[in-house]
Every structure is written in C-alpha cells, then in structure tokens.
C-alpha cells in the first residue's frame, strides 16, 4: 500500500481547542497537552518542554506517511523528528508508549507504539466519533499490549476479544467485525504505517461500516479532517549557523531554519505585503533602520540574502552571513509564519533565544497580528519572563505550566486557567514576574483547597484581632 495525505482538506481552523495526551513518553507517564489559538508552554529546564513538542511532532510526522522504519536513521538527521535513539522513547526504559490527539469534542485518534529489536511498530489505533469506536489492531500479540493503552476493555467486549486476538497473521488479509452496536475492529496489518495516512484502506473499511445496519454512519470528513490537523502542523527549531547558508528558493521553511534565504527570497518576490510585514517584524528587534532586504542568485540558482541598514547618516548592507542570531531569529520566525498554509499550527521552540527582553512586548504583537491574519494556531514554548509578561490578558489562562512531579519525577502539564485558584495567582503579579519568584511553580505542585484558603484567611484575621 502507498501511503495517501488527505487532499480534499484546503484549510482547517480549530474550532474547539484540541490536546495531546501523552502515555510513557520520553519523560512523560500520563499528561496532556492542552491547545489553544495561542498556547505559550513555560517551565524549568529539563521539566519536559521539549519532549511534549516531541510527542506532537511525532505524531504530525506518523500522520504524513512516514515509514517509522526510517526513524532510526532520522534521529540523527540534523532535521530530526526526535532527540535520542529509538530505545530513548519510552518512559523509564519501557518498550511501549502511546500519543493521542483529541481533535474535538466527540473526535479523537489513538496510537500505541512499540519497540521491538529496536525496530518500533504501530501495534493498534483508536478513532473515536462520538458514540463510535473504531479499533484498528494488527495481530493478537501487539493487541495485548494496546489494550493497557485504550482502555479496550470498555471498546471491545471480551467474548469478541478472542477472535480478534486468535486471528491470523497473515501480512496480506484484512477484516472488520462489529462488536456490540457501535464498536468496530478491523485488522489492519501494515506496522510501518498510520493508518491516519491511509486514506485509500480507511475508505474501503468505511464502505463495510455503512453497510452495516447496526452501525452508525461515520463521516469520513471527520477523519481527514483530524489527520489534516497534524499534518498540517508546522515545528521550529531554528539553528542559526544553517540559516546562513544559501539554498535554492523553496516555499515553505523547514525546520531548522537552513533554507531561509530561498524562502524569504520566494515570500517577497511573489508579494510585496509579504515582503512588507518580514521587513516590519525585524524593524522591532535592532536599533538601526532597516530600510531593505536584497537577494542575489548564482549561476547553481542558489540565493544569498542581505538587509540594507542606515544608522544616522551612514547606510549599510550586511550579507546573511554577518546577521546576529537574534536577526535571523525574527526574520525566520516572520518567514515561518508567512509561508506555511493558512489556517496551520505552527510550533516554534525557544522563541525567546537570542532576542533582547526589550523587543519581546513589540515582536509578540507583531506575531499574534500575523497568525490572526492567517487563522494560524500557535504553540511557543519559553523561558523569557518579559515574553510571558508580553502576553495578553485573555491569553493568560491558556499558559501550559512544565513540570516534573516531586515524588515520581515524571513530566507534568498544567494549563493556568484550569488551576482551582487560578484568579488568585493572576491577581498576584505579572506572569513573569510569578514564574520568576516561584509563585506558579508554588501554585502548581502545592495546591490549596478552598477550605483551606478559607481557614488560612479567618487564621489571618484573627491574628489582626488579637494584635488589636
């Protein structure tokens, strides 16, 4: 079977805020992603920022295609999907992990992934529309391990669970069954692929589905939908010392960054209000004019890039190669943003890095207007507290809070608003200045009850009383 992107999908906006729950993960045992229009992911060092952003990025890069038997040999691709090794993936030096996306409410996909041999496999999926259930297993051996993963017992009913479990191996059959009303498992015995970028074998299966008179009829809209989702999810790392090489013009930047000068050169000869904002955002960052960005292509079609500079009443041009890390940093963040496809998730790592505390309130709104524009999700992760403290008020609630837990160690998310004192922690300061004092940190891995506040307070008057 080859693999099929969704095309029949031009433009998904999420309506309703999606997540990621992430089971044995690298540093994660059992935590979930929360996703807004704007998500802003904070945390220590080594609390699990990145290896969320992992988890979703694995996931986006499952649901384009991609052979996971390849992924042993992109680990250490400098435009890798994952740090480490195939046996670094799983929590706590376990074999097994899985990664969902609740799409919306009622639409969520499941996959459970193993490592065997050092060889990982898809072992089982679980698409859910509302009341239907649909359970994708490969062999009996696999389906064991999934079950501990999907809450199976409540899907699949044991008598049913035999058969499916006794079936054969056979790498080249297929079959659905219905189990109960609305549950369905069919066999799917490709290990190396999704079956999220399998449009052509999931439509057969939905042909089975409507024919069945007990079944619900599942639209299959849902689905490329949930899978156009991910795929259309971009993630960025940059790396400075690659973006200032040349490269052929492309239009789309990848994600370090290295092919920056082409797409840049693309975005601003194919229009000139694009050219416009890349020029706006990185006049934010420096204290010269930057009146200017030129382009020059050699006899390979390669391009080279330069920004044209006045201070006072010299003018200057500075070639790609003499930028700052902070200039490139703005201008890749500018590109990203304008070259993805409208209505996409783009994920940027570390926005703060290399960018002054004084430039974060401007680039920021620059940024939130750009995305605004595009209907583009954001998901930035940082350390920077005038970044956090740039962030606006409605924005506040959906902050995701990284943390490891004191006594298990493993990785923890938190969103603020979901936090049972949230408007008492916000009331206390601006966010950076929180996260600098401790005071999230304070608010998260030591809650109080209600009652408990309430005692702390009459405590408090009470002092005040006997001191009169």
Not at 189 to 200: G, P
Not at 337 to 362: C, F
Request: charged share 25%; with cysteine.
């Amino acid at each position: 079977m080859t693999s099929i992107r969704p095309s029949n999908v031009s433009e998904v906006v999420m309506e309703n805020n999606a997540s990621i729950t992430i089971k044995n993960f690298k540093s994660y045992k059992d935590a979930t992603l929360p996703l807004s229009h704007l998500t802003l992911l904070i945390g220590a060092n080594a609390s699990g920022k990145s290896n969320a952003i992992e988890a979703f990025r694995f996931l986006s890069w499952v649901a384009g295609g991609e052979r996971l038997s390849t992924l042993k040999n992109r680990v250490n691709d400098s435009d890798k999907v994952v740090r480490g090794s195939i046996k670094d993936l799983a929590f706590n030096h376990g074999n097994s992990f899985s990664l969902s996306l609740n799409y919306e409410p009622g639409i969520s996909y499941s996959g459970v992934f193993l490592n065997e041999d050092n060889q990982l496999y898809v072992v089982a999926e679980l698409y859910q529309e509302k009341e239907n259930k649909v359970f994708f297993h490969r062999n009996g051996k696999y389906t064991r391990i999934a079950l501990r993963y999907l809450d199976a017992f409540d899907i699949i009913r044991l008598a049913s669970l035999e058969e499916i479990l006794g079936m054969s191996n056979n790498e080249n059959s297929w079959m659905f069954q219905k189990i109960g009303n609305f549950e369905v498992a069919a066999n799917f015995s490709e290990r190396d692929l999704s079956i999220l970028s399998m449009r052509s074998f999931y439509e057969v299966i939905w042909k089975g589905f409507n024919n069945a008179t007990k079944f619900n009829s599942i639209n299959i809209n849902s689905l490329d939908k949930l899978a156009h989702f991910l795929t259309n999810t971009f993630f960025y790392d940059f790396v400075p010392s690659a973006m200032r090489q040349d490269s052929v013009i492309e239009t789309v930047l990848v994600n370090s960054g290295a092919n920056l000068a082409g797409v840049l050169c693309y975005l601003c000869k194919e229009n000139l209000e694009h050219k416009g904002k890349i020029l706006q955002l990185v006049q934010s960052l420096p204290e010269q004019d930057i009146t200017d960005i030129k382009f020059y292509t050699d006899k390979r079609e390669r391009v080279e890039f330069l920004l044209c500079e006045s201070f006072g009443d010299t003018s200057t041009e500075r070639t790609m190669d003499l930028l700052s890390d902070g200039t490139l940093k703005v201008l890749g963040i500018a590109t990203a943003l304008l070259s993805v496809p409208k209505g996409s998730t783009v994920v940027i790592e570390e926005i703060d890095n290399s960018i002054h505390p004084n430039r974060a309130n401007e680039i920021l709104s620059l940024i939130r207007q750009y995305a605004e524009e595009r209907s583009l999700n954001l998901l930035l992760s940082t350390h920077n507290p005038a970044l956090m403290d740039a962030l606006p008020d409605e924005a506040l609630a959906d902050v995701v809070f990284c943390y490891r837990d004191p006594q298990q160690g493993d990785s923890k998310l938190v969103r603020l608003g979901d936090l049972d004192n949230y408007l008492g922690l916000v009331a206390q300061g601006s966010l950076g200045d929180l996260v600098t004092q401790g005071v999230v940190e304070r608010f998260v891995k030591h809650p109080t009850t209600s009652e408990e506040r309430k005692q702390q307070a009459l405590n408090w008057l009470n002092q005040l009383k006997e001191a009169d």
